[in-house]
């Protein structure tokens, strides 16, 4: 061994040719490695042998390497539990006051501009934009909640996930940090992701894009789709191009929910119906967002039409033939919305 090298459990290289949690599958039985990979004890009529011991030694040994920390179970979150956290929480303080229009562009806006907010809904605003500058925090219990909450809904799994790892790529985020894809939306785009598994009338919408993006040909990465949902209409918001629905329904985080489960459905169904590829993206959602800005109430109209059908109803559609370039296309290669990063 090396000067300085970690002793690690027998069987774990750092190079990965063979892993400790291998060594678990080949020595326990199928019931006990369940139980370790729980965290749990050994299921009834199963002994605490020594070498079973052992192995869960060597499994708990593989979480701490690959996640820092060791896995504990997370009870899942509500939508509506998460807002109340983040109402009273710290990042609040941190918002940043919105520019002010001056001169000639402040008479323009006044003359010709969409209406402005109603004092009493600016506190509701300030708020999602407080989210959008909040940052994906380890040591905050609600911000793993929500990840471990998203990770559940949409792979319909019991149990839970590492803070890091390759299951987040699965998802369609870019790497083993999904913390690393929210720049420019924070912890609105996981809010507002969390919103659309644990709604009961979208989780059918978001389970059938979620097993699109999966697709062979038409396949996209779902947590970089969903993060720039959250970015219209964060820009939507920001322009004030929204004051006048919000004015109306008298709630401003609610209509932002809505108007993120519009725009992904429009996108789905252009996506799945017309059998878009990974290098339609950059057009569609240079498309989207100018809909979100000038015809959104048209999109929310659509919207409340697919979640007052069956949940069944948009179904996905057979394979279609390959994009002559999609396979071969990364996901940094896609343009960018005027002014954000990428959507890779």
């Not at 990965?16 to 009834?44: D, F, H, I, K, Y």
């Not at 989780?203 to 970089?224: N, R, V, Y």
Request: aromatic share 6%.
């Amino acid at each position: 061994m090396e000067r300085g090298e970690r002793r690690l459990p027998r069987g774990l290289t750092l190079r990965g040719r063979r892993t400790a949690a291998s060594g678990v599958r080949s020595r326990c039985p199928r019931r006990a490695e369940r139980a370790l990979a729980q965290g749990a004890g050994p299921p009834a009529g199963v002994g605490i042998s020594e070498e079973l011991q052992r192995a869960r030694e060597e499994w708990e040994a593989v979480e701490q390497i690959q996640t820092g920390t060791p896995a504990v179970p997370v009870a899942p979150i509500s939508f509506r539990e998460a807002l109340l956290f983040f109402e009273t929480a710290a990042c609040r303080r941190e918002l940043c006051p919105p520019r002010r229009r001056q001169g000639l562009a402040a008479l323009l806006r006044c003359l010709f501009g969409p209406p402005r907010l109603q004092p009493q809904l600016q506190g509701e605003q300030e708020l999602a934009l407080a989210m959008a500058q909040c940052a994906l925090d380890d040591n905050e219990s609600v911000h793993m909640r929500i990840l471990q909450t998203i990770y559940k809904k949409l792979t319909r799994s019991h149990l839970g996930c590492p803070r890091y790892g390759a299951h987040w790529e699965e998802l369609g985020f870019q790497g083993a940090d999904p913390g690393t894809d929210l720049r420019g939306t924070g912890m609105l785009a996981l809010m507002q992701l969390l919103f659309f598994v644990m709604d009961p009338r979208m989780l059918p919408l978001a389970l059938a894009i979620f097993k699109l993006s999966q697709h062979e040909t038409q396949g996209f990465p779902f947590g970089i789709m969903s993060v720039n949902m959250t970015r219209i209409v964060l820009q939507a918001l920001r322009e004030e191009r929204l004051s006048r629905e919000c004015n109306r329904r008298q709630e401003v985080i609610a209509v932002l929910n809505d108007l993120y489960a519009a725009a992904f459905l429009r996108l789905y169904r252009v996506w799945k119906g017309q059998h878009k590829s990974i290098t339609d993206s950059c057009i569609l959602l240079k498309e989207l967002e100018l809909a979100t800005k000038r015809k959104p109430k048209q999109l929310l109209k659509s919207l409340e039409a697919f979640v007052n059908r069956s949940p069944t109803a948009e179904g996905p559609d057979p394979p279609s033939p390959p994009s002559p370039s999609s396979r071969e296309l990364g996901f940094t290669d896609l343009c960018a919305l005027e002014g954000e990063p990428q959507l890779g």
